[in-house]
């Protein structure tokens, strides 16, 4: 599978789901037919569900920010590993999500499955998904350096560089 | 242009003495002797200074008390004996190695509260559940001072006078050694650092005061009235005694005031039942109102069982309908209803955010009692026996209390209401028992008022 391809789908399901997700619990907390769970429990899904979603997108954007020059981007990586965990999270997600508008309140406890859930696609990702993410958009952090070292170089100047 | 100016110094006089002297100050009509014994009383309707309280219906512990000696409801054999005030220092009574037999309380300190319960027993005095005792002073004019205060030193030399029983709840063999306490009145010198410091109670008030300032919250306890730092303090203790009534132990800690003197003044206190607001989680009182007005009756008794029978009817028609949907709950006291809507959607909340679920539960109180009443106390609830006796009790009361819970979601824990669904659910409460008020009284062909929300009947 191409990096490229890697790098689009993976930061594209970050930027989707980071933002839908956060406006959506923040809009529609505590909301009847759409997202029928208390305020605590819906914030207590956001500071769950936000910060490790963030993180990778601050790694995704930096990568772009300033992409390195790269002559052979083919890495060898089944492309089921990529795509898979993505889509069974956000499917579980979304799944969640319809059931407990269904069920209104009614039977079910929205607010424990809704934060079960966020947890759960949160560890499922922590566990696959952020690794193709550090390695498909680690690269930058290197170059990025080298780039500076070699200006520093240029200019005769005595910058700290690590790395 | 003077006339404005006077007005606004008149203006801001009156708020300043008003800032300085909040505690009321009895009219000196309202102090005499009866019997030889002091009443504080009301014999006009007159009184200006103290307009807004009604010496009838406010049980001045004072008077209490006199009427308890003066009838001797519970006689004590041996009123020959003079014990002392309770002391406030565990310390002394451990370095003395005297156990507390009566109670094994461990209350180190002096507390203004009668005595209720103690360990394993309570007594007559005991409230029912989410009820408790306040205290509020009243400031006794200064040419009635010397009646009061000969009254109280009177009291003091009576010795033990009323007799409490225990009613055991559970037994506590080893702590047991008495069954029964006598009460008798003691003061306490409180220019004594010592003893005002073991009196961990405020001066002015029993209540902890909920929502204080941080002023005030630093000054709580407060130790001085007015400003002046108080220098005597009369209560009414509680001590064991035997079948012989001699005492067998020490006297409990908590003690109830009667009056108090200061460098200013002396007051007196007066004892109100009310309702504990904080008993718990989400319950509170949404409504306590006079409802109906009888004096017009000639016939009070029949005139009070028709209104009540009707006005039931229509609370619980209020109640049943929409938007509080709650369930009627039989077998309580005749002047008393409950209803209640269990981990049902909320009617009240409904909306586009939810799905609100309630755990709710009202409990109405009403009875009569004469006009002026202490209301917001609640307290003729409890006394209203009393005053039907001496007094026309020509007005209905009542008090609705209200304890809710709220989910999102049938399921969960269901936690307090935030301050916007208390005030959704005091409106409609409020509502329906104004709308049984009105129909009650429409159908009795009376008149109803819709600014204070009572209904005049006329019933011959």
């Known amino acids: 599978m191409k990096a490229n391809s890697i790098r689009n789908f993976l930061g594209l399901f970050y930027l989707g789901t980071t933002t839908l997700l956060g406006a959506f619990i923040l809009i529609f907390g505590e909301s009847r037919n759409i997202l029928p769970i208390s305020k605590t429990d819906a914030n207590s899904s956001f500071q769950i569900i936000i910060p490790t979603f963030i993180a990778q997108l601050t790694i995704i954007f930096r990568w772009y920010a300033s992409p390195p020059k790269i002559e052979n981007d083919d890495i060898n990586i089944p492309r089921w590993v990529v795509i898979a965990p993505p889509i069974l999270a956000l499917l579980i997600l979304i799944g969640t999500i319809l059931l407990i508008a269904a069920d209104n309140g009614a039977s079910l406890e929205g607010g424990q499955i809704f934060k079960n859930i966020v947890t759960f696609i949160v560890s499922i990702l922590g566990a696959t998904t952020v690794f193709i993410v550090a390695r498909v958009f680690g ?25 | 242009m003077r006339k404005i100016l006077f007005l606004l110094i008149s203006v801001a006089c009156k708020s300043m003495l008003y800032g300085q002297n909040k505690i009321p100050t009895i009219c000196s009509e309202n102090i005499f002797l009866d019997r030889d014994s002091l009443v504080l009383i009301s014999i006009t309707d007159n009184c200006v200074a103290y307009k807004n309280y009604c010496t009838n219906a406010t049980a001045f512990l004072l008077n209490y008390i006199n009427r308890k000696i003066a009838y001797n409801y519970y006689p004590v054999k041996r009123n020959n004996i003079f014990p002392g005030p309770p002391v406030a220092n565990r310390g002394l009574v451990d370095n003395y190695r005297i156990a507390d037999p009566s109670s094994g309380h461990t209350v180190s300190e002096i507390v203004f509260y009668p005595l209720t319960s103690g360990h394993g027993f309570k007594t007559k005095y005991a409230l029912p559940p989410h009820w408790r005792y306040s205290f509020q002073i009243h400031k006794i004019p200064a040419d009635k001072e010397r009646l009061v205060q000969s009254n109280l030193d009177t009291l003091i030399k009576i010795g033990l006078y009323d007799k409490i029983k225990k009613e055991i709840e559970f037994s506590v063999p080893f702590l047991v050694t008495s069954d029964q306490f006598a009460s008798y009145i003691q003061s306490y010198d409180l220019t004594d650092t010592a003893i005002l410091n073991g009196i961990n109670m405020d001066l002015e008030s029993n209540i902890g005061k909920p929502g204080m300032s941080a002023e005030e919250l630093a000054e709580y306890p407060k130790k001085k009235i007015e400003n002046a730092p108080p220098t005597k303090l009369w209560v009414e203790c509680y001590i064991p005694i035997d079948s012989s009534d001699i005492p067998v132990g020490i006297p409990e800690r908590n003690v109830t005031p009667v009056a108090v003197q200061t460098k200013k003044g002396l007051y007196v206190y007066s004892e109100t039942i009310e309702p504990a607001l904080f008993a718990g989680p989400g319950l509170f009182t949404q409504f306590e109102n006079p409802v109906f007005d009888l004096s017009a009756c000639k016939n009070l008794d029949f005139a009070y069982q028709k209104v009540i029978e009707i006005f039931r009817e229509e609370i619980s028609e209020q109640f049943r309908n929409y938007p509080l949907h709650a369930d ?86 269901y936690p307090e209401p935030t301050n916007d669904q208390y005030s959704a659910y005091a409106k409609e409460v409020r509502k329906a028992l104004l709308n049984a008020v009105e129909n009650t009284t429409k159908q009795l062909n009376g008149k109803f008022n819709q600014n204070t929300g009572i209904g005049i009947i006329t019933l011959n």
């Open chain 2, 328 to 413: 009627l709950i039989t077998g309580l006291a005749p002047n008393q209803l409950r209803f209640e809507r269990r981990f049902e959607e909320s009617n009240v909340l409904k909306g586009f955010s939810g799905p609100y679920y309630e755990l709710s539960t009202y409990t109405i109180n009403f009875w009569s009692g004469p006009k002026g009443i202490h209301i917001n106390s609640g307290a003729g609830y409890q006394n209203s026996d009393a005053y039907r006796k001496n007094y026309r009790n020509d007005h209905i009361f009542l008090v609705e209390m209200t304890a809710l819970q709220i989910n999102v979601g049938k399921k969960g824990g």
């Open chain 1, 139 to 163: 690269e930058a952090k290197k170059d990025v350096l080298d780039n500076i070292a070699k200006s520093s170089v240029q200019n005769g100047g005595g910058g700290h560089v690590g790395g």
